[in-house]
């Protein structure tokens, strides 16, 4: 679904809600904002907003931190 949206087309409504759950499984699954922007032909804040309202918390920047 989500690699047949175009760039700068309006994504609303029940389309939305479901692009929004399948980013944030993605996300969850450990892909990155770029990585899902970049799949998807949308911008890195387009995601990053689309997440934020799908409720995901959103990871720190750099990846895994040292423990130790």
Known sequence: ???TLKK???VTGAE???LASELKRRYDEGESIRS???ST???Y???HRLLTEA????RG???ATRRG
């Open 1 to 3: 679904m989500a690699e």
């Open 8 to 10: 700068g087309t309006r």
């Open 16 to 18: 939305r809600s479901e």
């Open 36 to 38: 899902l922007a970049a």
């Open 41 to 43: 032909g949308r911008s």
């Open 45 to 47: 804040g387009f995601v």
């Open 55 to 58: 409720g995901v918390t959103l």
């Open 61 to 63: 920047r750099g990846g």
